[in-house]
T-cell receptor
């Protein structure tokens, strides 16, 4: 069975601070995919990134960066120089090799204060 | 480009009443379609998914059912709502054989 754990339920930072959201996963598959989604107050989930299990390169997109480490089964998400617009609930998710089923973590609520 | 629609956006229904939520996708063919429920504003629970017309897989036994009468239409139904059916219902699609799912705006259901 697959499992995703986001141990941080809520994080509060002041604008311009860096913040890292943790994600730990469990799977028996050798091929799998990891995702991050953002859920702003409007409710719609916004896809941020997908990572394949065979590609451990870290990725950077603007102020966002992701650190994938198979050795620790972690896929952490860092926001650099946070902004108020980053306030949202962030979900980490895992799918199997077929890619049809997503298992979501419980989410981390990020509050960025001005 | 692809677009996913859900309606209604909000719904207040009494216990015991029927339910029908609709989801449609534009700009793609043969999508995988999904229904999720998010209770108490937190984690998402997969309810149903479909890989084709008339093909529905249920992940959680419950008071709900799903149907896919057309390629890009996915409907979530109930004959008699329970209080525990309250929540935020999200529809999602993915490319056939693809991986990331794209979500609709959601329907907030309150059962009173």
């Amino acid at each position: 069975a697959q499992k995703v754990t986001q141990a941080q339920t809520e994080i509060s930072v002041v604008e311009k601070e860096d913040v890292t959201l943790d994600c730990v996963y469990e799977t028996r598959d050798t091929t799998y995919y990891l995702f991050w989604y953002k859920q702003p107050p409007s409710g719609e989930l916004v896809f941020l990134i997908r990572r394949n299990s065979f590609d451990e390169q870290n990725e950077i997109s603007g102020r966002y960066s992701w650190n994938f480490q198979k050795s620790t089964s972690s896929f952490n998400f860092t926001i650099t120089a946070s902004q108020v617009v980053d306030s949202a609930v962030y979900f980490c998710a895992l799918s199997d090799h077929a890619g049809n089923m997503l298992t979501f973590g419980g989410g981390t609520r990020l509050m960025v204060k001005p | 480009s692809q677009t996913i629609h859900q309606w209604p956006a909000t719904l207040v229904q009494p216990v015991g009443s029927p339910l029908s939520l609709e989801c449609t996708v534009e700009g793609t063919s043969n999508p995988n379609l999904y229904w999720y429920r998010q209770a108490a504003g937190r984690g998402l629970q997969l309810l149903f998914y479909s890989v084709g017309i008339g093909q529905i897989s249920s992940e959680v036994p419950q008071n709900l059912s799903a149907s896919r009468p057309q390629d890009r239409q996915f409907i979530l139904s109930s004959k008699k709502l329970l209080l525990s059916d309250s929540g935020f219902y999200l529809c999602a699609w993915s490319v056939l054989g693809g991986y990331e799912q794209y979500f609709g705006p959601g329907t907030r259901l309150t059962v009173t």
